[in-house]
């Protein structure tokens, strides 16, 4: 088994080239496919991809295929996106997957949708047919140990989500957000959640839009608002002063140029923007344009970041777990690394057993005593199981012996006397 991950994050990327290799979630399950298929060094795969990171954890033999394998599949060169990149072996893989999942690696420490998006990259593996034993065992290693960072430590208290900052810029612009409506596009987690901090302001409208009309309207019942198509959009921009968008285009769904008709037509009255889709839905040139305030995902990043510091002594109790969690998954791998040598020893005991077996019978058939057989039989099974063993140790060196002496202790729990 050979572990490791590979992708890039908000750390390591800025968002021009995080949206470059992003994968949508109707992508993610023929990209997987298409690794797999086409680099037999590649045995499994997971993309966990998200508006921070897109990262990749493999079995692999090699790390140079599948990491080359990113760049060609998202048609750029590799050298445009190694200053990026970055590789992990094995016990750094897990330590950064413990790390991800309990909300130590987010832009928003602590918190608690990328545990959610890990377990959605499980799925479309699952899917795949690209989750095997290794990677099965790390994922699900991975939520237990992100289970006890949340419940025995204080990670997430007073953590502020993108949700809730997206709030608190809204209420720097406006006077009151009880006198503006607010338009969300994409039927998502992230748009659910902006949507129920907005709402608990009491907006003066609240609107959903979303490429899947019926989903777009499953929301917009729950916070009984109206819903369109992504169709009507040009035609409904307009009205609305607070647009919050986060759906899985690969393309802008709003540009430039719809924007300036959008503000011509409002009387130049200000606009706040919410892009916290990844490739982004606004078209950056937008930002340029007066009268727009456009914030994307890194920009409210920075501001969630508010209260780290008060945070820092359950970081380090989570990192104590952390610690704990990747010894017991390199120990569990050690111990896969037997596997073979187990099987082995079994089988080899099996024909044993087998043979010993069939003698056994024909002496019965003959009829020769139960008791005699029985005998015979147990004599010749041990006999056979430790031949191997024994002449072994009989044959080995002085100080070879030492060890193999040692071992055969241990294997076999017995106490060696002088």
Known sequence: ??????????????????????????????????????????????????????????????????????????????????????TLPADQAVRHALRVASGLDSMVLGEPQILGQMKEAVRFAESAGTLGVLLN????????????????????????????????????????ISRQKVLFIGAGEMIELCATHFAAQQPAALAFVNRTTARAEELAQRFQAPAFSLQELPERLADYDIIVSCTASPLPIIGKGLMERIIKARRHRPVLMVDLAVPRDVEAEVSRMDDVFLYTVDDLGKLAEEGRDARQAAVEQAEIIIDEG?????????????????????????????????????????????????????????NKLLHAPTETLHRAGPDERAELLAAAARIFRIDIKE
């Open 1 to 86: 088994m050979h572990l490791f991950a590979f992708g890039i994050n908000h750390q390591t990327a800025p968002l021009p080239v995080r949206e470059r290799v992003a994968f949508g979630p109707d992508h993610v399950t023929a990209a997987l496919r298409d690794l797999v298929a086409h680099h037999p060094p590649v045995r499994e795969a997971a993309i966990l991809s998200t508006c921070n990171r897109t990262e990749i954890y493999c079995n692999a033999a090699e790390s140079g295929p599948a990491v080359g394998w990113l760049a060609d599949y998202h048609h750029l060169s590799p050298r445009s996106l190694t200053p990026y990149l970055y």
């Open 137 to 176: 065992k790390l994922f699900q290693h991975t939520f237990a140990v992100a289970k006890a960072v949340r419940t025995r430590t204080e990670i997430g208290t007073n953590s502020v989500s993108l949700a809730s900052a997206a709030v608190r810029i809204a209420q720097r612009i406006f006077p009151a």
């Open 326 to 382: 990747v010894a017991d998954f390199m120990r569990w791998i050690e111990g896969r690394g037997a596997v073979p040598a187990i099987r082995a020893l079994r089988d080899q005991a099996e024909r044993a057993r087998r043979h010993e077996l069939e003698r056994a019978l024909r002496r019965l058939s003959r009829g020769d005593p139960p008791e005699q057989v029985l005998e015979a039989l147990s004599q010749g099974l041990t």
